[in-house]
C-alpha cells in the first residue's frame, strides 16, 4: 500500500477519464490546482474541492478481478484519513472533450 504526504496526489489508474482527482490531506483549491497540474499538465483545471474522508480497500475491477480501491466517505472513522475530493475539467478540446 502506497503511503502519501500530506499535499501530495494520490494516483490512481482508470480505463477512461470520468472520476475525481484526490490529493492526501485537506488543500485548498489553489494547492490542488497545483499538484494536479504538475502530473496531468496545465490541460486539466481543478474546478472545485471537497474535503472528505479515505480508506484503502480491497474490491472488484471490471473483469472481476480483485484490486486495492480508494473509498471515501463524509465522516470520519477507524482507519480513514483526510482527503481533497477534486473535480476537473480538461480545458482543451484535443481529448475528445468540450473546452
Known amino acids: 500500500m502506497a503511503k ?26 489553489d494547492h490542488a490546482q497545483k499538484v494536479v497540474g504538475d ?19 480491497v474490491g472488484q475491477d471490471e473483469m472481476g478481478e ?5 473509498y471515501t466517505r463524509d465522516e470520519p472513522g477507524r482507519g480513514r484519513f483526510k482527503v481533497t475530493e477534486c473535480t476537473c475539467e480538461w480545458a482543451k478540446s484535443d481529448r475528445g472533450d468540450k473546452a
Not at 480483485?66 to 480508494?70: A, F, P
Request: hydrophobic share 35%; charged share 25%.
Open 4 to 29: 502519501y504526504q500530506d499535499g501530495e496526489l494520490i494516483v490512481l489508474y482508470f480505463e477512461d477519464y470520468t472520476h475525481p482527482e484526490f490529493v492526501k490531506g485537506e488543500v485548498s483549491l
Open 39 to 57: 502530473y496531468h499538465g496545465d490541460d486539466l483545471r481543478v474546478t472545485e474541492v471537497t474535503h472528505k474522508y479515505a480508506f484503502w480497500g
Open 66 to 70: 480483485k484490486c486495492q480501491i480508494l
